[in-house]
């Protein structure tokens, strides 16, 4: 079993940045692929980045690439979502998610967090 709780979310103008981090719990962190996506009021969630368990295999989602970086820290049992020259399309509820290895479906992934809110102005 693993719990998740992210943190950082916040108002931010375009073009700034914020750093969102989630905190896990559970003895076998290293083990899952860490990842984050986001769903927008109306929409699908989608993919945004995913990090396995060595941080070595790393993925991205199109909309993000080069402008979000994931990282993790098994030491600290968090992984986290650096979000650079933010845009307001990525206006979103960002989720924090676990699952044994990286992949993009939603489907796929077992365990969540609540969710931080994310808003970029214009």
């Known amino acids: 079993q693993v719990q998740l709780v992210e943190s950082g979310g916040g108002l931010v103008q375009a073009g700034g940045s914020l750093r969102l981090s989630c905190a896990a719990s559970?003895?076998?962190?290293?083990?899952?692929?860490m990842g984050w996506f986001r769903q927008a009021p109306g929409k699908a969630r989608e993919f945004v980045a995913a990090?396995?368990?060595?941080?070595?295999?790393?993925d991205y989602g199109d909309s993000v690439k080069g402008r979000f970086i994931i990282s993790r820290d098994n030491s600290k049992v968090a992984v986290y979502l650096q979000m650079d020259s933010l845009k307001p399309e990525d206006t979103a509820v960002y989720y924090c998610a676990a699952t044994p290895l990286v992949v993009r479906s939603t489907s796929l992934w077992n365990y969540w967090g609540q969710g931080t809110q994310v808003t970029v102005s214009s």
């Open positions: 990090s396995d368990g060595t941080g070595r295999i790393i």
């Open positions: 559970g003895r076998t962190f290293s083990s899952y692929a």
